[in-house]
């Protein structure tokens, strides 16, 4: 980077990577060929992080300046048939980008992905189950977001909407809207200062909320109990009081045991109870054969453990649970999701600071795309599909119907994909060539569709298998707002123009959908072509997103503007937002909650003598979900060069693997190859392999099998056996 002396501007906004949400600025400078870019970047005094950057946001923006980045259209070449085989043969060097596309101008380009859609849209006629899907971005912004899923339902006439909330939080959500109305977290991560007791289950924050892990650190260190219950030991092991290595799987198990501890030893906040809670006894019954004895036998923490921590939370003038993937990725995510909630409710430790729930949120705008409606049952915020009152609403806003049905998820739409159901799919920014289940069908289940279409900053696997490609803005090239997990609402800006003709998202979401028939008029003339970051149509979309998101009523652009961020739901526009709800109420229609009882359920995939390992997925500090960002910043791969597979010690010597030997790693789906890693973090009998490398893409190994209620993937528990190469 240059040094300050050469910093020209500077440009305030928020980080482009995880749903921490951490305010920061954009210190840009001439790049010495006439053009500019970002040299450094500073903390700033945000309301998510006080000024603290971990080496993602502070060192990871160079990607947006990579000679990778896609700088013009492409389209696929006549003849050039569509194959799985070239991810990797591209991706390694062995094939060049421009065997597989040629350039294309914006108006070709525009006209081939929109004539694509119109010619499967028209052919399936109305009234059928629509042959289009789409997945928007978690990592776009809430305009983008609420522009797109307008454009599957309004303009390709389709349900099927989804994103990668579906890979991460799906299953918590679906447990608290069931539960407590409300899919959002309760309490901001900061409460974390005025918890007692800290309960941290499934979540690995010093590696994927680290500016959240910080404040964490700081908790504990001014007197908080944390505990940690996860199959692998973390960094902020160290800190906890208890860490309950428990069995991969067993989540409800050591959830159910310590309710039966709660309800049996009088613990139970019944005042509460009585006066804000349905199910109580329902949920009794379901645990009172869940003794801590018998849940021990199963999750492997022994039953005394069980009950200390059980009293330790439940007695806690403030307790507060956080949770990651590690309880939502599962075939049995929702059950694990239900346990926790059930967990807060029967002890009174919600609706007070230092208390609730809080499902860390993954991606920078995960929540705000939910919010959205980029899920394929709800309308923008959470308005069921199904409902005729809600359908008519936005058909007078957009005009045209809407399909009555729920719309598929992210896998059952590739399963269609391959079945011939769905035929055209328009991916803005995701990249399920790498983050899907069984990867080996989901990258052919692409190359079998009509038409896809990819709008992208880099050439991401999936836009190897496209018919077009659309080049996109990178965040810090455009005005936006995102949602954070402490449901702040953030506005960002742009710092740098992009490159080549790349464009901005929202632009050529509008682009493709006039080309369809809709009537959008978000982008005027003054706003300029594309290219240009301009203010105005983001802010007319954010406008008309606001006018049917009651929780933004009280934010109008303006206030965006000039306050930078507002936590939401925020009525009124002279009153702060909410960070801490259901202080008085739940959001359901007799302002209680609901318990649902769970039961221990043993998981699909299941070791035995050929597949004896539990293979675990996720994320490590330097690299972000399928590396698209990451692999392009260039020195946080340069820390970060390659997939490591966590082993125990005691295995590897079982295995004769030496810490840094080339392993092959087998499932039921598939077969890769990478570096051992010997480490005590994992257990006997665990492995773990990141999902952000192309060269041992650890999504070949995992299965599609899917929680029955929220469609999430078991991405955490996949048989699996390592073998010495
Ligand atoms: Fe960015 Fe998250 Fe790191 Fe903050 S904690 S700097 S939001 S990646």
New binding site residues.
């Given amino acids: 980077g240059a040094g300050l002396a050469e910093i020209t501007k500077q440009v305030d906004s928020?980080?482009?990577?995880?749903?921490?949400?951490?305010q920061?600025t954009w210190n840009v400078g001439p790049d010495g060929q006439g053009g500019e870019r970002i040299h450094t970047v500073t903390?700033r005094d945000g309301p998510?992080?006080h000024g603290?950057?971990?080496?993602?946001?502070?060192y990871?923006f160079d990607y947006i300046h990579n000679a990778r980045r896609l700088t013009t259209p492409l389209v696929r070449r006549e003849g050039a048939r569509k194959d799985p085989a070239d991810i990797e043969a591209v991706k390694s060097g062995a094939k060049r980008l421009d065997e597989l596309f040629r350039e294309a101008t914006w108006e070709e380009a525009l006209e081939l992905a929109a004539n694509g859609f119109s010619r499967i849209r028209d052919a399936a006629g109305p009234g059928f189950e629509s042959p289009l899907a789409g997945f928007g971005s978690a990592k776009g912004s809430n305009e983008e977001a609420y522009l797109f899923q307008k454009l599957v339902r309004q303009v390709f006439r389709s349900s099927h909407v989804d994103h990668c909330t579906r890979l991460c939080h799906a299953s918590s959500v679906a447990a608290l809207l069931e539960g407590i109305g409300s899919g959002a977290v309760s309490n901001p991560v900061a409460d974390v200062a005025q918890a007692e007791v800290i309960f941290l289950i499934g979540a690995n924050p010093a590696v994927n909320?680290?500016?959240?892990a910080s404040f964490i650190k700081n908790a504990v260190d001014a007197g908080a109990t944390l505990i940690i219950a996860d199959p692998r030991r973390q960094q902020l092991s160290r800190r906890a009081k208890w860490h309950l290595q428990f069995r991969p799987d067993t989540d409800v198990a050591l959830l159910n045991g310590m309710l039966h501890v709660v309800i049996h030893e009088g613990l139970a906040d019944e005042g509460f109870i009585a006066a804000r809670v349905n199910g109580f006894e329902q949920l009794k019954a379901s645990v009172a054969e869940a003794t801590p004895e018998r849940m021990a036998e199963i999750c492997g923490i022994p039953a005394e453990t069980i009950r200390e921590v059980a009293r330790s939370f439940a007695r806690a003038r403030s307790a507060m649970i956080l949770w990651g993937m590690g309880v939502s990725q599962h075939v049995y995510g929702t059950d694990n999701a239900r346990a926790l909630i059930a967990l807060a409710l029967t002890t009174g430790q919600i609706g007070r600071p230092g208390t609730g729930l809080h499902p860390l949120r993954g991606q920078?705008n995960v929540q705000g795309a939910s919010d959205a409606g980029l899920i394929p049952m709800m309308l923008p915020n959470y308005q069921r599909v199904s409902e005729a009152a809600v359908r008519a609403q936005f058909e007078a806003l957009w005009g045209g119907n809407i399909d009555a049905r729920p719309g598929m998820t992210v896998v059952e739409i590739m399963h269609a994909a391959h079945e011939g159901r769905i035929r055209g799919l328009f991916v803005e920014g995701e990249n399920p060539a790498m983050s899907d289940p069984d990867l080996n069908f989901a990258r052919q289940a692409l190359a079998e569709l009509q038409h896809l279409v990819v709008q992208d900053i880099f050439a991401t696997e999936t836009a190897l298998l496209a018919d077009v490609v659309l080049p996109a803005s990178a965040q810090p090239e455009k005005w936006g707002t995102y949602t954070n997990t402490d449901r702040l609402i953030q506005i960002g800006r742009p710092a740098v123009t992009p490159p080549g003709l790349a464009m901005q998202d929202l632009w050529v979401i509008e682009q493709i959908g006039r080309r369809l028939g809709a009537d959008w008029s978000y982008w005027h003339a003054e706003d300029g072509d594309g290219q240009r970051a301009a203010e105005a149509p983001v802010a007319r979309v954010y406008e008309e997103m606001r006018a049917v998101m009651a929780p933004l009523a009280g934010v109008p652009w303006s206030r965006l503007l000039r306050e930078e961020a507002v936590v939401t739901p925020a009525p009124a526009e002279d009153e702060p937002g909410q960070s801490v709800v259901f202080i008085d109420s739940f959001p359901t229609s007799d302002g209680c909650a609901t318990l649902v009882p769970t039961q221990f359920r043993p998981g699909v995939e299941r070791v035995d003598a050929d597949y004896p390992f539990v293979l675990t997925t996720g994320r490590v500090l330097e690299h972000?979900h399928t590396g698209a960002m990451t692999r392009h910043a260039s020195m946080l791969d340069a820390i970060s060069p390659e997939a490591l597979v966590s082993l125990h010690p005691l295995d590897a010597v079982g295995l004769g693997v030496a810490d840094g030997a080339m392993v092959r790693l087998e499932t039921h789906h598939g077969g890769v190859v990478a570096r051992a890693s010997i480490s005590d973090q994992v257990q006997r009998g665990q492995l773990f392999l990141p999902f952000a490398f192309w060269e041992a893409a650890a999504n070949t190994l995992t299965g599609d099998a899917l929680d029955a209620v929220a469609k999430i993937p078991g991405f955490k528990v996949t048989a699996a056996r390592l073998l010495p190469v």
């Fill in positions: 928020v980080c482009p990577y995880c749903g921490v949400g951490c920061l903390g998510a992080n603290r950057l971990c080496v993602k946001g502070r990871g909320h680290p500016v959240a920078n972000w």
